[in-house]
């Protein structure tokens, strides 16, 4: 199908200035167990799409006649995070959204050169990626779900009913904690839903030949802002600098595995195909950044206040978009029947 269509096969083009007659609905799942942050990831895209560099913005727009109550869903916690307060968790019951994303990607003729650059941030490699980067419009259809971090690893309120839409999407973002308070609690939510899910899928024969999931996979280990990842990048020689100062991991798969364990990145080897897993670290928040806007991410970009925990400096997110837009292109090249990029665009 490529990016979006204007007019319809056989009719008069739209005018390049006239809004798109068909715009590719795009289904995703966002999994995360309680204090991973899915309600603050949702309430992050809207400012990481205006944070893109000039040439990669995206809008994002609530959907009410499809789905009510996105737009105030989304501007409430966007609002939040733009007064350095943290969204409430969603605790109560399961809520769908729906919402327009439209923005730009790389052409999809030069991925191919983008996937032999190396992924740093030499001088070379800047140059090189500048030089041969070109955009294409695209917009689809987002439909989200919120819901009780714990109901799946719990299984309490409706988890059939996630699990049967997470069984129709056409990728997943998993968000897993890696801090030790919280990393069991993200491997077993990792396993509960893989449970739950190939069941799903089996009955429906949804698997592939190898009884893999068909389904886009975007690991996102969260909360980069944390000192405790920082250290473990270190230590693992895992940690490269950005021009800006800001820091990156090297490989971001290998320091899943490190992080998260060997238990839970086999899990994933083998439920899903390698071509359809990206890994990405990822902040909704931003790393913290001093008076001099100089990023130290020894520092905590969080502290406790009467009001609860609140966050030190302006928002940045990384990595929130960018698994979702991966997700996307891989969806797209697939329905066109074009080979997908091998590396997902990062924040970095």
Not at 56 to 63: D, E, H, S, T, V
Not at 284 to 294: H, L, V
Not at 318 to 325: H, S
Request: glycine residues 8%; hydrophobic residues 35%; contains cysteine.
């Amino acid at each position: 199908m490529g990016h979006y269509i204007h007019g319809n096969p056989g009719q008069p083009q739209n005018n390049a200035n006239s809004q798109p007659d068909v715009v590719p609905d795009l289904k995703i799942g966002i999994i995360g167990d309680t204090q991973t942050g899915k309600t603050t990831l949702i309430g992050a895209l809207r400012i990481a799409g205006t944070q893109q560099e000039d040439d990669f913005k995206w809008n994002i727009r609530g959907l009410d006649a499809e789905k009510p109550n996105s737009g105030a869903f989304m501007t409430t916690n966007t609002g939040l995070l733009l007064n350095q307060e943290f969204p409430t968790p969603g605790t109560v019951s399961n809520s769908e959204y729906a919402y327009l994303m439209s923005g730009k990607i790389p052409k999809a003729r030069l991925n191919f050169i983008m996937d032999l650059l190396p992924n740093n941030d030499l001088p070379i490699v800047r140059w090189v990626r500048d030089l041969v980067q070109d955009t294409q419009s695209a917009a689809f259809k987002l439909q989200l779900w919120d819901y009780p971090g714990d109901s799946i690893r719990n299984n309490t309120g409706n988890v059939q009913d996630l699990i049967e839409f997470f069984a129709t999407c056409d990728g997943i973002v998993f968000l897993f904690d890696p801090h030790p308070q919280y990393r069991q609690n993200s491997t077993t939510t990792l396993d509960a839903t893989l449970d739950k899910l190939f069941n799903e899928a089996y009955i429906g024969q949804k698997l592939d030949g190898d009884f893999k999931f068909r389904q886009y996979l975007a690991v996102c280990i969260t909360k980069f802002d944390e000192p405790y990842i920082h250290k473990e990048l270190v230590k693992h020689r895992l940690n490269g600098t950005l021009r800006t100062g800001l820091p990156y991991p090297t490989n971001p798969e290998t320091a899943f595995k490190v992080l998260a364990g060997d238990y839970a990145h086999g899990q994933i080897a083998t439920n899903f195909p390698k071509g359809r897993v990206g890994y990405f670290m990822s902040s909704s928040i931003g790393i913290y950044m001093d008076a001099k806007g100089k990023y130290d991410p020894t520092k905590e970009n969080t502290y406790p206040a009467s009001s609860g925990v609140r966050i030190q400096c302006p928002v940045r997110p990384i990595n929130v978009l960018e698994p979702l837009i991966w997700i996307y292109s891989s969806v797209q090249h697939e329905r066109s029947q074009q080979p997908a990029p091998k590396n997902p665009r990062r924040w970095w």
